[in-house]
């Protein structure tokens, strides 16, 4: 079964949140397939060691990366990503700033694929009230984009149904099923 790490900035716990519900959604399906990292602690160099990955930060000072995932950014630029699959997630709050809304998701899943990783998890920008978002291409996120702000009721099934459609994509929903029959 192929290993998931989750790498996460987050300033106020928001983000934190919803790494361990990730985490905990997937349990779900397999147990401690996720192992989650606070990119604060790590060094970026550590994503490499995961073929499946899942990136996640909070948009602030209007359209910047968290603080410690603007901090390791540069160094992504060092990273070859060639073959790896890559989900992301943001926080952010979609009335307040209404354009520069999930800034983050659309910086982390364009350098991931800058750097040769398939993006996976793309999500509908449906069900939202913003202006416009650079995490935007078509209809979708680049990313799954939560806030916590205006629709903190909707982001635990959020979370849930975009495990499901991440673990999909990631071929872990195959696995399980082989594996059980
Ligand atoms: C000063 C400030 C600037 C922010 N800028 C943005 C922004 O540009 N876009 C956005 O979507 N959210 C923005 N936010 C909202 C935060 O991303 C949101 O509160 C998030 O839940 C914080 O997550 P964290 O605690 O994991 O850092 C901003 C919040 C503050 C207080």
């Known amino acids: 079964m192929p290993k998931i790490g989750l790498f996460y900035g987050s300033k106020r716990g ?34 490499e060691e995961y ?14 990366l968290q603080l410690h995932w603007k901090r390791a950014f540069p ?19 979609q009335s307040e700033f209404s354009t520069t809304f999930q800034t983050a998701i659309g910086t982390l899943a364009r350098k991931a694929r800058e750097r040769g990783a398939a993006l996976v998890g793309l999500w509908p920008a449906e069900d939202y009230d913003f202006l416009e978002s650079p995490a935007v291409e078509g209809d979708h996120f680049l990313g799954l984009a939560l806030d916590n702000t205006n629709q903190y009721e909707l982001t635990e099934d959020r979370i849930d149904i975009w495990v499901q459609q991440i673990a999909r994509e990631f071929g872990i929903i195959e696995e399980v099923e082989a594996a059980a029959s």
């Open 14 to 47: 928001d983000t934190a949140d919803a790494a361990e519900k990730i985490k905990k959604s997937f349990d779900s399906i397999e147990k401690d397939l996720v192992t989650v990292f606070n990119i604060k602690k790590v060094e970026v160099t550590k994503l």
């Open 51 to 64: 073929d499946k990955l899942i990136l996640g930060s909070s948009t602030w000072e209007e359209g910047d």
């Open 75 to 93: 160094q992504m630029d060092s990273l070859d990503l060639n073959g790896k699959q890559v989900a992301v997630f943001g926080l952010g709050n």
